[in-house]
């Protein structure tokens, strides 16, 4: 939804690419999965890496707003 205006992927290639990413998270250190999944789009997808990675660092901003908000009382 967030790469719609660079390139349109389909949902279910993104879907595959995040799943990617997800399984590298666990097996690799430090949220490599992340990076992953930038050089995936640019590989496979020829997305920039500037709009992937504009991407990825909004979605753990509103990753991180949804937590603080389910913990607030």
């Known amino acids: ?7 349109p ?3 279910a290639r993104l879907f595959r690419w995040n799943l990617v990413s997800y399984a590298a998270n ?3 250190p430090g949220r490599a999965g ?3 999944r930038l050089y995936l789009l ?3 997808e020829c997305v920039p ?4 990675l ?7 901003v509103m ?3 949804a937590l603080i908000a389910l913990a607030a009382p």
């Open 1 to 7: 939804m967030l790469l719609l205006d660079v390139r």
């Open 9 to 11: 992927i389909p949902t």
């Open 26 to 28: 666990n097996l690799l």
């Open 34 to 36: 992340d990076v992953v």
């Open 42 to 44: 640019r590989s496979r």
């Open 49 to 52: 890496i500037a709009s992937s």
């Open 54 to 60: 504009a991407a990825s660092l909004l979605e753990r």
């Open 63 to 65: 990753e991180a707003l």
